[in-house]
């Protein structure tokens, strides 16, 4: 995976999309001029103490995890045969990717019109809808899901105010898929947001007129002009939101039901409840490896794109 | 012209939805009844109280900033030094040792945690501020990479050749030119970290004890297992410590902004 693939992917570390955040429009700054000092080890120096600190509790931990997955309690494949062949893993596994991905499409029709509204207004309008997609990631995870908890609980306000008006309810709207899914979207909602904003940003304004004048009509100058151009941004993004949910624990445990887990549920059930390393360890291997998959298949897709977009200028 | 107008009344949708729930926790957290139930009955301040008297939830507050504290002083030295170190190495392998600082914010939180749980198992570093420090510092030190490399980009490394020239050691050009001129971004930097750390769930619950437990920890405990409206308060306190300091942050890259202009 390339440098800016990656970066584009993980949606926050994105120096260009900082850039902007900084300066408020999307200007290119000066490219970084660096010295170059042939032979000259001592930055490598300034290197050493992070690259430790991430290889001893990021990467060990992980080697750890694959290792536990084959040795415990014997070395060999038995936890991924247990795996693949235990019916429930696998509804496990497929409500979590079909959560995940009702997710990333429930954010992508919300992300998509607001992005184009960014585009399209001032700019001190923009910055303010930018302020407003970040303000969220202020506050913490849980914080927000404890006040869903309180919104969604059957005696809550709006199974109340359902009652009242429509006459029906209580709705099941925690403890199922509606609430996990109400909750991951307005937290992956800004993952979503940037990239496709950065990648809607770059599109030539003048395109959409163009096409008009040559007698496309503008829905069609819309699918056939416009959303080809910004599909890197929805790349970026469904990639983004599509893994993080993926891993999503806190709020299925507290909005899901506890019959219909997810798999990071299902990790701690096993590891903590039941000590079964080897099991737990095991699907986390299993999730590492889709992450994996699923950047890689799209970084490759997105590479297309982009050469695509390139010669679109 | 309408379609732009119905456009902005679904984003003025969007951001209700997205800003509007999180602070039914506020009337919440002044309920004058033991409940959840909204809308809260009354006015009161027990929770609160509750909060400042209860030695368990003021220890566990106290650990929260003492975590994020450190996190932040050990995240920001390291990743200064790690994006200053990046921004004049160059070598094959560059890019890939980038991303390798950075890789700890895709990968599966939960998954991390359950590798960290079974290090720390074996190291009985389970319960302990080191390693809640060091499991956080995975975490916070990509967000203060990331925010240092912007500022230095805006560096010109002229600056740090003359000062050499003038005869100024190594040490003293970093300390005289080079961190005033990226600070706004290792505030920035600092202040992510300390609010990830803060902030932070899922690797705090699988390395907490119940001798050492962080603040969204005991707050999770306390929703999952006692149902203790306190929460609410602990809620809302949680909530402004991290707005303020990333308000603070925001503050920070703003005049980034005006000194870059």
């Known amino acids: ?313 | 012209m309408t379609f732009k107008r119905a456009l902005g009344a679904l984003a003025v949708l969007i951001v209700l939805w997205l800003l509007l729930p999180t602070l039914v926790i506020i009337p919440m957290s002044f309920n004058s009844a033991a409940s959840f139930n909204f809308p809260p009955q009354g006015f009161s301040l027990q929770w609160y109280e509750n909060f400042f008297t209860d030695p368990s939830w003021l220890r566990s507050l106290g650990s929260s900033l003492q975590v994020a504290l450190i996190t932040m002083v050990v995240a920001t030295a390291l990743g200064i030094m790690a994006a200053i170190g990046l921004s004049k190495v160059k070598f094959r392998g560059k890019a890939l040792l980038e991303s390798y600082f950075l890789t700890p914010l895709i990968v599966p939180g939960i998954v991390i945690a359950i590798g960290l749980y079974s290090l720390f198992l074996r190291f009985n570093l389970l319960g302990t501020l080191p390693g809640f420090v060091l499991a956080h510092t995975v975490v916070a030190l990509p967000l203060v990479i990331i925010n240092v490399t912007a500022s230095l980009q805006g560096v010109d490394p002229k600056l740090e050749q003359a000062s050499a020239t003038l005869g100024a050691g190594r040490l003293r050009t970093f300390f005289s030119i080079t961190l005033p001129l990226i600070m706004p971004g290792v505030t920035a930097g600092a202040l992510f970290a300390f609010v990830t750390s803060f902030d932070e769930i899922i690797l705090s619950l699988f390395v907490q004890s119940p001798q050492l437990q962080t603040l969204p920890v005991k707050i999770y405990n306390s929703v999952t297992q006692t149902s203790d409206p306190t929460v609410a308060a602990v809620a809302v306190i949680a909530m402004f410590t991290s707005v303020l300091v990333m308000l603070t942050a925001q503050f920070a890259t703003r005049k980034r902004k005006r000194v870059s202009v």
């Open chain 1, 1 to 313: 995976m390339g440098r800016l693939g990656y970066r584009q992917l993980t949606g926050m570390p994105d120096i260009s999309t900082l850039r902007d955040r900084s300066k408020g429009s999307g200007r290119g700054g000066a490219t970084a001029k660096q010295v170059r000092e042939p032979k000259n080890w001592r930055p490598f120096l300034l290197l050493i103490p992070a690259f430790v600190v991430v290889s001893f509790f990021f990467l060990a931990p992980l080697i750890d995890v694959f290792y536990r997955s084959i040795s415990d309690p014997t070395l060999g494949v038995q936890n991924y045969v247990w795996l693949f062949t235990t019916p429930t893993n696998m509804v496990v596994a497929f409500r979590t990717f079909a959560t995940s991905l009702l997710v990333t499409v429930v954010c992508l029709l919300i992300a998509y019109p607001y992005a184009y509204l960014m585009t399209v207004v001032s700019d001190r309008t923009r910055n303010m809808l930018q302020l407003f997609i970040m303000l969220p990631l202020w506050t913490s995870i849980l914080v927000r899901t404890l006040a869903w908890l309180v919104l969604l609980q059957d005696t809550g306000p709006i199974n109340g105010l359902l009652e009242a008006v429509f006459g029906i309810g209580p709705l099941p709207l925690i403890r199922s898929t509606f609430g996990v899914a109400l909750g991951m979207s307005q937290v992956l909602l800004p993952f979503m947001v940037l990239p496709i904003y950065s990648a809607l940003a770059k599109i030539d304004k003048r395109l959409l007129p163009a096409a008009a004048n040559l007698g496309a009509r503008p829905v069609t100058a819309f699918f056939t002009v416009y959303l080809p151009l910004s599909r890197p941004g929805i790349f970026a993004g469904s990639v983004t939101v599509f893994i993080l949910g993926l891993g999503f624990y806190i709020i299925p445990a507290l909005l899901g039901s506890s019959k219909e887990i997810m798999m990071s549920a299902l990790m701690y059930q096993q590891i903590s409840g039941f000590l079964m390393w080897g099991h737990g360890t095991a699907l986390g291997i299993f999730m590492l490896a889709t992450t994996i998959v699923v950047l890689a298949l799209v970084g490759r897709a997105s590479k297309g794109t982009n050469l695509f977009a390139g010669r679109g200028k």
